[in-house]
């Protein structure tokens, strides 16, 4: 099945780059010069991922963001050209699914379609979120016995370590910010909360994660938050 | 001291009255006893009258002059009572008396009338003297005061020491009136009221007051503080507000002083704004090196770009795939490294725009620096880069991005100015209160003298760059990150050949 991408960006030369890529993939493509155009071909077409420019010229992007996800799930992954976090920041606490700082190159750009479409594939085969297992690639979570295998290992979690990779995979794919975490694990966002999630967050991936430098599992988003990446079954 | 006291404390002034009541009192039964003693010994009347003379002057000496008017009148009476003859009686059988006394007590009155004067005028002077001595050490205080605040606590102590009421200053700051300070007078627990709208009405009249009208300024607004605005002719530059008594007014030598408490801050502000310029113009003079220098090394990669894609594009080119793939190759590289010129610029702008402020936050530097190879290592193609944690879960406190860039510039370094595949090592050590972080690599080294240098803007090591290219802003920009952080940026030898760059950070407490 091809998947069906739309591209809303205002910049001509932008935009052609990116459809040339995409099509370049084999996926198929919409494209919206605007806000109000966006959202009617979102209506009307009902593509599977949405490649959203921050800046357009009729309404806020982040407008946008919110009235998609009104009545939609759909991955949106923004693309800015701000280099500040607080941008991307808001747009993923309103429910976007992932970003990209423009320059970006076409690699990076495909890449984050990958990880995108892989985690559609995996929500629609699975049906994860609501099912007693998760599994990603060797990772494998059992929510009724509450305990975390990796490559058939066992891992042993601390209760906070467990509720903080229980949060990622309910997410998988998608990154969270810092503060959506903090709220979610303690119910605050003081620094504090950010120095602990910090702490754990190490721990955890000292358990699961056996190479620091290509981390497999747990990404970085620097100043922006964590995402859980999901690889279909091993 | 004691003046300035009795004057402004209107309790203090009452506790005085009945004292002096108490000395009148008391003297009077010191005559009243004199006199039959005298009478005792046999002396004639006309020297119990002098003793009465004598205590009249002597309350006039001791209390004020209505009070001793009084005494008088009661003694000529106490005296006709008790000792003129027929005695315990008010009537008189010698005629001269009663006129003796009267004009003897017009004497005395008018005696203790110059007395009370010369007293009055003696007191009103040691005021004067008191006052002038607390406003000459302070007008010399305020030479050597080197800021605002310094102005501040001077001014509020001479206000203290001058109004005897509790002190309120705001300052005109930039932004706006700055924070409230209040200096409250010795003994007092707070304010006697509270700083609501209508104080802060008050003071922003006084602020905006063109006219200085001070001890009248609280009529317009019924603020129960007295605003003053600091002003000179053209600029003001606070309020100062006095919470007194009732009772108590302003010592018009406050209204002098205010003129020269204004002018010490006139001389203050314009020697911020002295250094201000300064600091301005040595902004300009970076700026316009930074823009001369970009603009020189901007045209080589647009050169680069839009010749090699203007070949691609142009129509029936002759160009084979391997040549068009190529050409498109170098404006790939091009735009990369026009890529990380545009995100070192945001990064100074972003130090520039925060000054000393950086946001910072509780951050992993496991995972800043595992993030910062990972980038390179995909932006470069090349896989020759160790990391070696210290093995402990280290939180500094930095912002991110920042050191992000930091590490981004040391790396990009360490690929560009050695020969390829040469191995470069990335290393954090975890001490009591730091990380020390370390970039090595086992290169040629930078020669000694141009250890200090290197961190300079502009400072770039050799043509051995690809066409000479790089303004050397990137390890000024991290020397500037790093110490915006409170760290130092160092550089030295790696044995046996090869450079190690070095940087420390402040962990957080856990």
């Known amino acids: 099945m091809k998947r069906k991408l739309l591209v809303v960006e205002d910049d001509a030369s932008v935009r052609n780059l990116i459809t040339t890529a995409i099509q370049m993939q084999d996926y198929e493509n919409y494209v919206a010069v605007n806000g109000n155009q966006a959202i009617m071909l979102a209506m009307s077409k009902q593509p599977d991922i949405m490649l959203l420019d921050l800046g357009l010229p009729d309404m806020d992007g982040m407008e946008v963001i919110k009235k998609v996800r009104s009545w939609s799930r759909m991955p949106i992954i923004v693309i800015t050209a701000r280099s500040d976090d607080t941008d991307k920041i808001s747009a993923l606490d309103a429910g976007a699914d992932d970003y990209l700082t423009k320059p970006f190159s076409v690699d990076e750009l495909l890449a984050r379609i990958r990880v995108t479409v892989r985690r559609l594939s995996y929500y629609e085969t699975e049906n994860a979120a609501e099912g007693a297992k998760f599994v990603d690639g060797g990772l494998v979570i059992d929510y009724v016995a509450r305990c975390v295998t990796l490559n058939d290992e066992e891992i042993h979690l601390t209760p906070l370590e467990y509720k903080l990779l229980y949060l990622l995979a309910q997410n998988a794919g998608k990154v969270l910010t810092h503060t959506y975490i903090t709220q979610k694990i303690w119910g605050t966002s003081f620094e504090s909360d950010l120095i602990s999630l910090r702490v754990f967050m190490a721990s955890l991936r000292k358990k699961i994660e056996p190479d620091k430098e290509s981390v497999k599992y747990i990404q970085t988003h620097i100043g922006v938050g964590y995402r859980l990446l999901t690889y279909p079954k091993e | ?510």
């Open chain 2, 1 to 510: 001291m004691k003046f300035l006291e009795r004057y402004i404390n209107y309790d203090k002034v009452v506790k005085k009255n009945t004292t002096q009541w108490g000395v009148t009192l008391g003297i009077m039964n010191l005559e009243l006893f004199m006199g039959y003693v005298f009478r005792f010994i046999g002396m004639r009347e006309i020297h119990i009258f002098i003793i009465y003379e004598l205590g009249i002057i002597a309350t006039a000496f001791l209390t004020g002059s209505y009070i001793c008017s009084m005494s008088g009148v009661l003694g000529l009476f106490i005296f006709n009572y008790f000792f003129s003859e027929p005695k315990f009686s008010f009537h008189s059988d010698a005629m001269g008396y009663p006129l003796t006394g009267i004009i003897l007590s017009i004497a005395t009155m008018i005696i203790a009338k110059l007395v009370k004067t010369n007293q009055k005028h003696q007191e009103g002077k040691a005021l004067v003297d008191a006052r002038r001595q607390v406003l000459l050490e302070t007008t010399q205080q305020l030479l050597m005061t080197k800021t605002k605040q310094d102005i501040v606590e001077v001014v509020a102590d001479c206000m203290l020491r001058l109004s005897g009421g509790s002190v309120i200053i705001f300052l005109n700051e930039k932004e706006g009136l700055g924070e409230l300070q209040i200096f409250l007078r010795e003994g007092a627990q707070g304010l006697n009221f509270e700083i609501d709208d209508v104080e802060m009405r008050a003071i922003h009249n006084a602020l905006h007051e063109e006219d200085i009208e001070w001890n009248n300024s609280n009529n317009r607004i019924d603020s129960k503080g007295i605003y003053i605005p600091i002003r000179t002719t053209d600029r003001c530059y606070g309020v100062i507000g006095f919470d007194l008594d009732n009772e108590v007014f302003l010592p018009k030598s406050v209204e002098i002083f205010l003129s020269s408490l204004a002018l010490a801050f006139e001389r203050e502000y314009y020697s911020e704004q002295r250094a201000e310029q300064i600091i301005q113009m040595k902004k300009q003079k970076l700026r316009s090196d930074l823009l001369r220098s970009i603009s020189h090394d901007l045209r080589t990669p647009l050169t680069g770009i839009s010749g090699n894609a203007a070949l691609i594009a142009k129509k029936n080119n002759s160009l084979s795939i391997e040549q068009a793939r190529e050409l498109g190759k170098n404006i790939w590289k091009e735009s990369m490294w026009l890529t990380s010129m545009v995100e070192n610029l945001l990064s100074i702008t972003k130090l520039d725009d925060a000054k000393a402020n950086i946001k910072m936050n509780p951050e992993s530097i496991d995972e800043i620096l595992c993030f910062s190879i990972q980038k390179v290592k995909e932006f470069y193609q090349i896989q020759d880069i160790t990391y070696e944690s210290s093995g402990e879960i280290d939180i500094v406190l930095c912002n991110s991005q920042l050191i992000a860039q930091v590490m981004h510039n040391l790396l990009e370094n360490a690929i560009k100015h050695n020969e390829p595949e040469t191995k470069i090592s990335v290393s954090v050590n975890s001490l009591n209160d730091r990380v020390v972080v370390q970039v090595a690599d086992e290169g040629k080294g930078i020669p000694d003298n141009l250890k200090d240098e290197i961190f300079e803007m502009f400072c770039t090591l050799d043509s051995r760059l690809e066409s000479g290219r790089g303004f050397g802003i990137g390890l000024s920009l991290c020397k500037t990150i790093i110490e915006a952080h409170g760290g130092e940026m160092k550089v030295r030898d790696a044995p046996p050949h090869g450079a190690v760059f070095e940087f420390e950070l402040k962990k957080v407490r856990l």
